[in-house]
Every structure is written in structure tokens, then in C-alpha cells.
């Protein structure tokens, strides 16, 4: 049988206590955080160099009020990049 590995195509060099991460699509990643953050990422697909294309961008971020989603009834505020 074939092996299944996990393969690093691109990293976020922020440093977060990224507790949850989901897969939107092939270019877009949302991430949920320690502190009760939401951010969105985004590979830049278009960049001239390899090393760039590997960098993950931050494209949104929220903060949802020091309760997380659907906790204390405060709204979520944006903040796009």
C-alpha cells in the first residue's frame, strides 16, 4: 500500500495559538485561536518567487469579544486586511 504523508505547502509565520484551522478551498484557510480570534489566510499564488507562494497571507481577522463565537452575545467585529 501507498503511504499517506502530510506534505507543508505553505505556513503562516505569525505567531498564534491556532487551535483550529479549516480548509475553505485550495488558496483560503480560517483559523480560530487561543484568545478567542478568528483569522483568514490566503496563499499568494500570483508571487514571483517560491518562497513567497509558501508564505500564508492574512487576508480577514476577527475578534469575537473575549467570549468565542456564539458566547456572551457580542458581535463580531471585522478587520480586513
Do not use: Q
Request: aromatic share 8%; glycine share 14%; proline share 1%.
Amino acid at each position: 500500500p501507498e503511504e499517506e504523508r502530510l506534505e507543508l505547502r505553505a505556513a503562516d509565520a505569525n505567531t498564534n495559538w491556532t487551535t483550529a484551522v479549516e480548509m475553505v478551498d485550495d488558496e483560503t484557510f480560517v483559523a480560530g485561536e487561543n484568545s478567542y480570534n478568528v483569522y483568514v489566510l490566503r496563499k499568494n499564488g500570483d508571487a514571483a518567487t517560491e518562497e513567497e507562494r509558501a508564505r500564508l497571507e492574512v487576508v480577514g481577522e476577527y475578534h469575537t469579544g473575549g467570549c468565542g463565537v456564539g458566547g456572551c452575545g457580542i458581535g463580531i467585529g471585522w478587520w480586513g486586511v
